[in-house]
């Protein structure tokens, strides 16, 4: 198979250790070694081995509020040492973390605490009013736990009573199956609501095992961490790598241009992991070419197509070649440029130690030859388990021979690089972000002056793709662009809300009544922007 050289599990064969595992054997290794370091209030510094004593801490909390194996316990906090230490905690105890967006509006929020059925959910102090309403609707919500991350004493208090066995002591980590469910992580489709990818233990341990040996991860690394911790990028590749590694991560709450490039020149950073509209920002900033990166040894770009003219200005004005690499929710991480070796613009590498890549014809699903476009399948131990509780979607999604289709176009070059070149689901991504164009959709027509309407990605300067609504009216009715705007920013989260929409007389539909799509695109985005 085309790929990395083989790694210690090529094949998938060769299960590597737990991701909670190899994060024990550094608290042995490196107990003084600062883990965790917040760059902006409240600070706070933790080594491993207060890291761990913490986790076992907060585990024991849990415990203590009926936690169980198997259970799934939600959380929607902002950036901070509550929600890693919960995260890290439930995932300990064999129960399901589901890390949720900050921006879902109650409506969302309702949904994917109701689908999940959580038992216990943690959200921020400043939510309350917004979500308390809906709360009572959810019969299988034992609990809900509002906390205030700007003073970290309320939650030492919190957990305060919980005993905290040492490393190695009986009931200290609940022995997990690779096959068990670790995390959900809900994503959209092209129909129908969210679904919550199943991530099991084993996903999380090849995944980082692959990525470890690709970017050649040392416990002496610093990551810099801007990325939201609530998806795969920022949780797993970023967060999970550098606890795997025994690194040290120094965390900003939010993104903020000017003091990543400061931090960045500082000296003390050696990895950096961000999508493409992270680092236009940082092209964009006038003093941009100012910066020295040189002691940055590793910088990614992932979650989105990194555009050519950010790889080209990241070599003018850093001297620094991106490395772009391919992943998704369902499959971690799949494909990356090599560390040693070409960086190839326009390409996301080669496939990962124990990650499997083919190309299918989309309709016929024949094994495509190099050269040719077709839909990307994977087949690895980063493959998902299924959607919870949606054995049909599961079922959908996988080929009859157990590949995972992504959705995405592309072809193999002859010497294994892997080149993206569109999506045969209908998505949107925007600033990294998915996007499903139906969710969309259902919000809009819910409002009477819509009589139709097609939501398409406009390509974006910023955000790589923009978020359009193209809309007819109901006879006589009359409403702005603000109004929908309003109105879908009240029932989705902003990111998905579009940012411009478009009226439209009629919309192009095919002899099925289908709309255009395409045609659509071709008419209303705006050429070269
Ligand atoms: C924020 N906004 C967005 C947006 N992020 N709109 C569209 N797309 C987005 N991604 C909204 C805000 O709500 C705000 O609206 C307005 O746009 C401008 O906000 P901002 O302050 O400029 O944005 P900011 O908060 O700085 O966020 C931009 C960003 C952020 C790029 C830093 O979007 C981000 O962190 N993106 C990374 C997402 C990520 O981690 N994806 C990984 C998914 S995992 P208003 O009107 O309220 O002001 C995955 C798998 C893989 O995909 O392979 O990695």
């Known amino acids: 198979m085309i790929g990395y050289p083989s790694g210690s599990h090529s094949g998938g064969k060769i299960s590597p250790m737990s991701f909670l595992d190899s994060f024990v054997e550094n608290v042995r290794k490196y107990p003084d070694k600062v883990a965790l370091e917040f760059l902006d209030p409240p600070?706070?510094?933790?080594?491993?081995?207060?890291?761990?004593?913490?986790?076992?801490?907060?585990?024991?909390?849990?415990?203590?509020?009926?936690?169980?194996?198997?259970?799934?316990?939600?959380?929607?906090?902002?950036?901070?040492?509550?929600?890693?230490?919960?995260?890290?905690?439930?995932?300990?105890?064999?129960?399901?973390?589901?890390?949720?967006?900050?921006?879902?509006?109650?409506?969302?929020?309702?949904?994917?605490?109701?689908?999940?059925?959580?038992?216990?959910?943690?959200?921020?102090?400043?939510?309350?009013?917004?979500?308390?309403?809906?709360?009572?609707?959810?019969?299988?919500?034992?609990?809900?736990?509002?906390?205030?991350?700007?003073?970290?004493?309320?939650?030492?208090?919190?957990?305060?009573?919980?005993?905290?066995?040492?490393?190695?002591?009986?009931?200290?980590?609940?022995?997990?199956?690779?096959?068990?469910?670790?995390?959900?992580?809900?994503?959209?489709?092209?129909?129908?609501?969210?679904?919550?990818?199943?991530?099991?233990?084993?996903?999380?341990?090849?995944?980082?095992?692959?990525?470890?040996?690709?970017?050649g991860w040392t416990p002496d690394d610093v990551l810099l961490h801007v990325l939201p911790i609530f998806h795969v990028h920022g949780l797993f590749v970023a967060l999970h790598g550098a606890l795997r590694a025994g690194a040290t991560t120094l965390l900003m709450r939010e993104f903020d241009a000017q003091r990543t490039l400061d931090f960045l020149s500082s000296g003390r950073c050696t990895v950096f992991m961000a999508v493409p509209t992270i680092h236009k920002r940082l092209l964009d900033l006038p003093n941009a070419n100012q910066f020295d990166l040189s002691r940055v040894r590793l910088i990614t770009s992932g979650s989105d197509r990194l555009p050519d003219e950010t790889f080209k200005g990241f070599q003018q004005t850093f001297g620094y070649t991106l490395l772009e690499r391919y992943g998704m929710t369902e499959t971690g991480m799949n494909c990356s440029n090599p560390l040693n070796g070409e960086r190839r613009i326009g390409s996301v590498g080669l496939p990962l130690p124990g990650v499997d890549v083919r190309i299918v014809n989309a309709e016929t699903r024949a094994v495509l030859p190099v050269g040719e476009i077709g839909e990307v399948e994977i087949r690895g131990p980063n493959v998902f388990k299924g959607y919870w509780r949606q054995p049909e979607k599961t079922a959908e999604s996988f080929s009859p021979d157990g590949w995972f289709k992504t959705g995405d176009l592309g072809y193999l070059e002859p010497d294994g690089y892997v080149t993206l070149c569109g999506r045969s689901k209908d998505l949107i991504i925007s600033g990294g972000l998915n996007v499903y164009p139906p969710e969309v959709e259902r919000v809009l027509v819910e409002h009477a002056a819509v009589s139709a309407c097609a939501v398409i990605g406009c390509p974006d300067a910023e955000w790589g793709e923009k978020v359009t609504a193209v809309v007819t009216l109901t006879e006589g009715a009359s409403v702005s662009g603000e109004e929908l705007i309003r109105f879908c920013r009240e029932r989705l989260a902003p990111y998905k809300s579009p940012k411009s929409i478009v009226f439209r007389e009629s919309l192009p539909r095919n002899a099925m009544g289908k709309i255009q799509k395409a045609q659509l695109r071709n008419e209303v985005c705006q050429p070269g922007c």
């Open 43 to 215: 600070l706070q510094r933790l080594t491993y081995a207060e890291l761990e004593e913490q986790v076992n801490r907060t585990a024991r909390y849990l415990q203590s509020r009926g936690v169980q194996r198997g259970d799934r316990v939600a959380l929607q906090l902002s950036k901070c040492i509550e929600f890693i230490l919960l995260h890290l905690a439930t995932v300990r105890l064999g129960a399901i973390s589901l890390p949720l967006n900050l921006a879902y509006p109650p409506d969302e929020l309702k949904y994917f605490l109701e689908d999940s059925a959580a038992k216990l959910f943690f959200a921020l102090e400043t939510s309350k009013e917004k979500i308390q309403p809906n709360l009572s609707q959810l019969p299988e919500l034992k609990e809900c736990v509002f906390l205030n991350p700007s003073s970290p004493e309320e939650f030492d208090s919190l957990i305060a009573g919980s005993q905290t066995p040492s490393v190695g002591a009986p009931g200290y980590s609940i022995a997990s199956d690779f096959n068990d469910t670790a995390v959900i992580i809900y994503t959209s489709g092209t129909t129908g609501r969210p679904k919550g990818a199943e991530i099991t233990h084993g996903n999380l341990a090849s995944n980082l095992q692959s990525l470890h040996e690709a970017w």
